[in-house]
């Protein structure tokens, strides 16, 4: 069974509902867990006129502060807590590979139009993952 689930998390309030089903899945397998969120980069201008100068900083420690939340809830340390910048695919496939995960778990909105045709971050994380990819359907938005 799994070994290591690694959950990846946008921090919404979808996260709740994806938490439920984690907790029991870990229950059961027995399974280490750890959790990963990717911000993405911001472009290189200022924000200072915003009276914000380091907007990335800032987002990272937000980030930080509400994935520590999830990692409370999960009884997840700290150094299981991944906070990573970049492309998100790519981010939570390298951190996978780099702790030996055999499960990554992320929601999935149903999509239809546009959204649909664009493909979604569960779709992406599907492509190319090494190992499987549980996609929980998220309840519609309403
Ligand atoms: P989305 O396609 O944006 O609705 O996201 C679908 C799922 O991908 C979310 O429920 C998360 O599991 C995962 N996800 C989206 N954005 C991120 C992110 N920045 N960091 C980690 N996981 C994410």
Redesign the pocket.
């Known amino acids: 069974m799994y070994k290591h689930i690694l959950l990846?998390?946008?921090l919404t309030d979808?996260t709740g509902y994806?938490l439920k089903k984690v907790r029991k899945l870990r229950d059961y397998t027995g399974a280490k867990l750890s959790l990963?969120?990717?911000v993405e980069p911001m472009p290189g201008y200022s924000y200072a006129y915003l009276g914000i100068e380091d907007i990335e900083g800032q987002l990272i420690e937000e980030s930080r502060a509400a994935l520590a939340k999830v990692g409370e809830s999960l009884e997840v340390d700290k150094k299981h807590q991944w906070i990573e910048v970049g492309p998100?695919k790519s981010k939570?496939h390298a951190v996978a590979q780099e702790i030996g995960a055999d499960l990554i778990i992320?929601?999935?909105?149903g999509r239809h139009g546009l959204s649909l045709l664009l493909g979604?971050?569960?779709n992406a994380?599907l492509h190319g993952a090494n190992c499987d990819v549980l996609v929980v359907r998220?309840p519609e938005e309403k």
């Open positions: 990846a998390t946008d979808d994806i990963i969120h990717v998100t939570i992320c929601g999935s909105h979604s971050t569960a994380i998220l």
